[in-house]
C-alpha cells in the first residue's frame, strides 16, 4: 500500500468511526433527547471556540487552501475545485429538493416547553437542515489536506478537526446529529470519487 493509499484508509476509517458513533447516539435517544443532551454541555468558552471552528471550515480554511494550492500545487487545484463544486451541489439539492421540509432544531422544537441554550449574536436558521453543508465542506477539505500532508499524524488531526465541526452544528443548535452524518458521507465520497478519478489520469501523482 502506497503512503498516499495509507492515508486515504486512515481517513475512511476515521469517517466510518464517526458515522458509527453518530449513528449509534441517534438510534439510542429520541431528537429531544440528542439535543438536549448536547445543548446541556455549553460555557461561554465552549461558544466562542466553537464559533471558530464552524466558522473556520466555512471560510478561513477552504480560502488559505484553494492560495496554496493555486500558488504551488496546480495539479491539485482541479480536483480540490471540482470536489467543492460537486458536494456543494450534491448537498444543496439534498436540501432545496428532496429534504426542503427539513426543519433546523429551532424551528423543530418551536413552541416547546423547553430551555434551550443558544449562543448570542449567532444567525440560527430554521430550515433546509438535512444534511449539514459546513460538515460536508470540512470533511472534504480535510480529506485533501491529509493527501497534500500525505503523514498519519496530520490525517488523524484532520479527522479530528472534522468531527469537531460536526459537533459545532449541533452545538451551536444549527443541525441534528443525523445531518452531520450524511454531509461527512457526501464531502468525504465525493472528494474520494474525484481523487481516484484523478489518479488514473497522473493527475495527482
Known sequence: MSPRNKVVFYYLSGLIFFEALVFTYVFSLDRLGQMSLI????????????????????????????????WKKNAWLKS??????????????????????????????????????????LLISEYNSMPSGH?????????WISLLANKPLITLLMVFYAILVAYS???????????????????TGVSLLVYYLNVSKSDLQ
Not at 41 to 63: Q, W, Y
Not at 169 to 187: C, E, K, N, S, W
Open 169 to 187: 452544528r449541533v452545538y451551536l443548535f444549527q443541525h441534528f446529529p443525523a445531518d452531520t452524518a450524511v454531509g461527512a458521507m457526501i464531502g
Open 80 to 121: 480540490y475545485v471540482i470536489s467543492y463544486i460537486f458536494s456543494t451541489l450534491i448537498v444543496q439539492f439534498l436540501k432545496l429538493i428532496v429534504f426542503n421540509h427539513a426543519l433546523r432544531p429551532l424551528a423543530y422544537f418551536k413552541g416547546q416547553a423547553h430551555s434551550w441554550h443558544l449562543v448570542q449574536n
Open 39 to 70: 445543548n446541556s454541555f455549553h460555557s461561554p468558552r465552549a461558544d466562542i471556540f466553537f464559533k471558530l471552528v464552524t466558522s473556520g471550515a466555512e471560510i478561513t480554511i477552504p480560502i488559505l487552501l484553494l492560495g496554496y494550492l493555486i
Open 135 to 143: 460538515t460536508s465542506a470540512a470533511w472534504f477539505m480535510c480529506f
